[in-house]
Nanobody, 117 residues
Framework: QVQLVESGGGLVQAGGSLRLSCAAS????????MGWYRQVPGKQRDMVAR????????NYADSVKGRFTISRDNAKNTIYLQMNSLKPEDTAVYYC??????????WGQGTQVTVSS
């Protein structure tokens, strides 16, 4: 089992910045991929950014490239999402998600990000 605790959401004006954190605990040795996903009511949950295994390779949704940066602190089993130049369309509930080596998916509780115009 992997437990995820997110923090850092909130309300920000367009053009502003926020930093999300996600701390993992439990069977962290089994984590392969960690990432951030977002969801708005009535729509599917979409990948925003993720970081892969030991390689640390990252990939991003086209809509956030150049504005968001995912990073990882292995010692703390924590990932971060630095979000700059926020737009109203970035408003969503942001979820931290991990995929283990056995392909099990775990989700955090979600944190609301609201960008006002």
């Amino acid at each position: 089992q992997v437990q995820l605790v997110e923090s850092g959401g909130g309300l920000v004006q367009a053009g502003g910045s926020l930093r999300l954190s996600c701390a993992a605990s439990g069977s962290t040795f089994s984590i392969n991929t960690m990432g951030w996903y977002r969801q708005v009511p009535g729509k599917q949950r979409d990948m925003v950014a993720r970081i892969f295994g030991r390689s640390g390779i990252t990939n991003y949704a086209d809509s956030v490239k150049g504005r968001f940066t995912i990073s990882r602190d292995n010692a703390k089993n924590t990932i971060y999402l630095q979000m700059n130049s926020l737009k109203p369309e970035d408003t969503a509930v942001y979820y931290c998600g991990v995929i283990t080596t056995s392909a099990t998916v775990y989700w955090g509780q979600g944190t609301q990000v609201t960008v006002s115009s």
